[in-house]
C-alpha cells in the first residue's frame, strides 16, 4: 500500500518547495523591494491548503483502524506530539531569543501570549512565529481526531459529516460565524482529508480506472472555490 502512495509524497515535498519559495518571495518584497521571478510564487499559499487536506487524508488513512476499534488515543498524541512539539519549541526559542534582544517582545508583558505560542494554542493574535499559525490548526485537528478515536467510529461518522455540513451552511448564510476557529475553511480541508481517505479504503479498487477523471475534478473543484 505504501507504493501506491508515493504519488502523495511527492506532491507533499512539491508543495512545501513552493510555500518555503512563497516566503523567500515576501521577505524579497518586504525587505529588499524586489520581487523574485515577477512575484510568479504569489500562489505558493496553496500549498498550506493542500497540507491541511493531506494531512486529513494521511491520518485517517493511516489510523482508520483505530477509529473503527475505538483504541489507541495515548499512542496517536504521543507520535503527533513528538512529531509536531521538538522542532517547532527549537525554532520558537531561537526566534523568542531574537525578538526579546530586538525589543520586539517583553517576557513580563506578553508572558501569556509567548506560552500560548509555544504550545500552539488559539489566541486573538498571531504566535510570535508567524507561520507556526498553520501548526494551531493541525495540532487542534489532531487533537480532534483523538478524540474521535475516542468516542468510535459508529459516533465519528455522524459528528464529522453535521460538523462538515454546518461549515458549509455558515460559509454561505453566516459569513460572520465563518471566522470562528471551529467553521472556517482550514477545518473545511481538513475534514474533506478524512473523506476522500475513506473513499480511498472503501472504494480503491473500483475507484481504479477513474483516479485521472477524479483529480481532475478535484483541481476544478478547489479552484472553482479559492478564484
Not at 523567500?24 to 521571478?37: A, D, H, Q, W
Not at 480503491?204 to 483529480?215: D, E, G, S, T
Request: one cysteine or more; proline letters at 3%; hydrophobic letters at 55%.
Amino acid at each position: 500500500m505504501r507504493d501506491k502512495l508515493n504519488i502523495i509524497q511527492m506532491l507533499r515535498g512539491f508543495a512545501a518547495v513552493i510555500v518555503v519559495i512563497h516566503h523567500i518571495s515576501g521577505v524579497c518584497g518586504e525587505y529588499f523591494n524586489y520581487t523574485l521571478l515577477g512575484d510568479v510564487f504569489r500562489i505558493g499559499w496553496n500549498g498550506v491548503d493542500f497540507f491541511f487536506v493531506l494531512s486529513g487524508f494521511i491520518i485517517s488513512f493511516a489510523h482508520f483502524n483505530n477509529l473503527q476499534s475505538g483504541q489507541g488515543v495515548r499512542e496517536f498524541l504521543i507520535k503527533r506530539v513528538v512529531r509536531i512539539y521538538p522542532i517547532y519549541w527549537l525554532i520558537a526559542l531561537v526566534s523568542l531569543i531574537c525578538f526579546l534582544i530586538l525589543g520586539q517582545l517583553n517576557l513580563r508583558q506578553d508572558s501569556t501570549y509567548i506560552i500560548k505560542s509555544f504550545l500552539l494554542i488559539k489566541q486573538p493574535n498571531i504566535p510570535f512565529l508567524k507561520v507556526a499559525w498553520s501548526l494551531i490548526y493541525e495540532m487542534f485537528f489532531y487533537l480532534m481526531f483523538a478524540l474521535f478515536i475516542k468516542i468510535g467510529w459508529q459516533k465519528t461518522k455522524i459528528v464529522v459529516p453535521v460538523w462538515f455540513v454546518a461549515i458549509l451552511y455558515i460559509a454561505m448564510f453566516e459569513p460572520t460565524l465563518a471566522q470562528s476557529f471551529f467553521f472556517t475553511d482550514f477545518i473545511l480541508e481538513f475534514l474533506l482529508g478524512c473523506f476522500v481517505a475513506y473513499l480511498f479504503l472503501k472504494f480503491a479498487p473500483q475507484l481504479k480506472n477513474k483516479r485521472h477523471l477524479i483529480f481532475c475534478l478535484g483541481v476544478m473543484q478547489y479552484y472553482s472555490v479559492r478564484v
